[in-house]
């Protein structure tokens, strides 16, 4: 008898551990949380204030346009294990929904504990004034949902994932606010030296290739004063160009920034012919080299600027 109920016990142990379940009093509390962000600064982010008590993916690349993410069924297994999702918000990463619809995951509906949107006491820029439609082109009828490229808002997007963390681990609350703690202080250095770096370029004026850089510009002092797109997402006509360079060249425009995933080619051309010059940006974590993490992507944007404007 004791032998049978040995070997049903082993059985039962062996399924548990195939499903990922703890087995051992305490094994729970001792398990990280998994968490998925939609885009890489989220997850980098969030392992900042989960610190070794989270394992985060992300399901998309920082070389990636985050409005144009095709859901796949690898998105919906990572999901269907995760205890919470960290999404944007704002329509960013509106796809995510049809991804979390498909992993039957309760815990990160909407509504649910483990779903943490970063936009919550956001002051959202762009904000259209009338109604949107498709003539308008990509308009978000939210506002710009690029916030996370301002490092001065990242106390208030930690704190919702400090928030949204604790809410499906209360009991590890005070290591997320400590490790939260310790990375602003970080974060608070850094910005007084990018700050000082970005004072003598600041009133610069810029085109942009798609309006993703309104939050980092607004937060040091640049003007963002044309786009290469004639609307957001609507490829530019001949005279859109011709118009956009004529008024680089009046106005001295140094500087076209451009996203790893956009028409590098044609940011060059209309650099070219205006006498300056497409920095390829990170627009998020992993973007392109050295971008490694929310500070290092950060780091990579002012520096770049500084030394373009100049």
Partial sequence: MRTRTLARLGVVIAILLAAGAPFAPGAQAARKLRVVATIPDLKSLTEAVGGDLVEVESLTRGTQNFHEAEVRPSMMLKLRRADAVVENGLDLDAWADVAIEGANNP??????????????????????????????????????????????????????????????????????????????????????????????????????????????????????????????????????????????????????????????????????????????????????KGADNYITAIDYNITALAKALR
């Avoid at 704190?159 to 963390?165: A, R």
């Avoid at 118009?243 to 650099?271: C, G, S, T």
């Fill in 107 to 288: 815990e990160i509906i909407r509504g649910g504990r483990g779903r943490i949107e970063i936009s919550k006491g956001i002051e959202v820029l762009e904000v259209p004034s009338a109604r949107v439609d498709r003539s308008m082109g990509d308009v978000h009828p939210r506002g710009n949902p690029h916030f996370s490229l301002d490092p001065g808002l990242a106390p208030a997007i930690t704190q919702n994932i400090v928030d949204g963390l604790a809410r499906v681990a209360p009991e590890s609350r005070a290591v997320f606010e400590q490790n939260r703690t310790a990375f602003l202080a970080q974060l608070a250095q850094r910005m007084a030296e990018w700050t000082k770096t970005m004072e003598p370029v600041r009133g610069s004026k810029v085109v942009v290739f798609h309006p993703d850089f309104i939050y980092l510009l607004t937060r040091f002092g640049l003007v963002q004063a044309g786009t290469v797109e004639d609307r957001p997402g609507i490829p530019p006509s001949p005279q859109h160009l011709v118009n956009l360079i004529r008024q680089m060249k009046e106005e001295k425009i140094k500087v076209i920034l451009v996203e790893p995933w956009n028409d590098i080619k044609l940011a060059n051309r209309v650099a070219e012919e205006a006498g300056a010059k497409a920095l390829v940006m990170a627009t998020a974590v992993g973007a392109v």
